[in-house]
């Protein structure tokens, strides 16, 4: 059986700052502003830089951490020294499981001597 490596990731999205839990038509929604939180907006889609960290396991069994980072664009305008004062939340642990599959691929052999065929 194949071997594959699963991980999971939960991301805090209320620690992004500026964000707030608001209701709206009845329905719990999280608001989050767009500039505040450095995302990044191209094509109607909204996206978050992040790094993924992976290292050792550690005491509580995570495998590594995901961290917001600034999109490279805001880094080039701001520069290193000010993009370094600008605290980006930590917004998860990395969990890693094994799975096992059935998905490999197993040699079939046909013996032409047990093969009726009929034409």
Do not use: W
């Amino acid at each position: 059986m194949a071997k594959l490596q699963s991980y999971a990731l939960s991301v805090s999205l209320t620690k992004l700052q500026h964000g707030f839990i608001t209701t709206k038509k009845g329905a719990r929604c999280l608001v989050i502003p767009i500039d505040a939180n450095y995302l990044t907006e191209r094509e109607g889609a909204v996206y978050m830089q992040t790094d993924l960290v992976v290292m050792e396991k550690d005491e509580n069994e995570n495998h590594g951490f995901q961290v917001q980072k600034l999109p490279s664009e805001i880094y080039k305008k701001l520069g290193a020294e000010t993009s370094k004062t600008i605290k980006l939340p930590y917004l998860g642990n990395l969990k890693i499981f094994a799975k096992k599959t059935n998905d490999a691929v197993e040699e079939t052999v046909i013996d032409a001597e047990d093969t009726e065929l009929e034409f």
